[in-house]
């Protein structure tokens, strides 16, 4: 609980400093994730995609015109389906983790729908570690230990926003690639191979408004207009 504690705490702050600013979007999203797990050199495994839920909160600051922050703290399951060289069965391994992108974002007016990309780091914070063999009755085994606490992303998304009504509400549909920067073996780990996460999360939500600077929303350039 204290590491989910900080992060909403962090957002907490980050909403109050930019409310006084400009008219921030807060909101929810939820969807699906696809993951998978990189072993390098990985020689004697076969790995597969794995497809679970994922969800939480989000928010968008705007800083200037079709520039703004987007930041998101949501808890995903992640992790991969995998076969070993010499092991009759497939092995499943999860990481529970508290996934936090904080990303550059560039929105577009195209009259009723909002497009927008955005770009940048992502900190995971690994909750849980879990491996289950499907040959072996009962065979779940923690393995935090063999991994760090801390994954560092970088990613990549793209979405369209439809505002609904003449509040500023917005409902959004949305992709996002993350690619895994960090090796999560521990040092002292029984992992053979170094180990970097990649996912793909399709997902869609709905943002409010919050504050009333203004601060270039696209709406207000359209009301300007």
């Not at 050199?41 to 600051?61: C, I, M, S």
């Not at 010499?86 to 999860?94: D, L, Q, R, S, T």
């Not at 072996?136 to 994954?151: G, H, M, Q, V």
Request: glycine content about 14%.
């Amino acid at each position: 609980m204290s590491t989910i504690t900080r992060v909403f705490a962090v957002m907490f702050i980050l909403c109050m400093t930019f409310t006084a600013q400009a008219q921030i979007e807060l909101g929810v999203i939820g969807g699906f994730n696809g993951t998978s797990v990189d072993f390098d050199p990985g020689n004697k495994l076969n790995t597969n995609t794995r497809l679970d839920f994922g969800g939480g909160a989000v928010a968008n600051f705007p800083i200037e015109g079709t520039f703004s922050i987007h930041a998101q703290a949501m808890y995903l399951r992640k992790g991969t389906n995998y076969r070993k060289e010499g092991v009759p069965g497939e092995i499943e391994a999860v990481i529970g983790a508290i996934e936090v992108p904080v990303f550059a974002r560039f929105t577009f007016d195209a009259g009723n729908v909002h497009p927008y990309i955005m770009a940048g780091p992502s900190v995971a914070f690994n909750m849980s570690a879990d491996q289950t063999a499907d040959f072996i009755a009962s065979a779940d085994e923690d393995i935090s230990d063999d991994l760090k606490s801390i994954d560092v992303s970088w990613g990549a998304g793209l979405g369209l926003a439809f505002p609904v009504g003449d509040g500023g509400t917005k409902i959004f549909l949305q992709g996002t690639f993350l690619q895994g920067v960090t090796d999560l073996k521990e040092d002292d780990s029984d992992f053979d191979d170094s180990i970097y996460t990649r996912g793909v999360q399709l997902m869609a939500g709905v943002t409010f408004p919050l504050g009333g600077g203004g601060g270039g929303d696209m709406d207000d350039m359209g009301d300007e207009e």
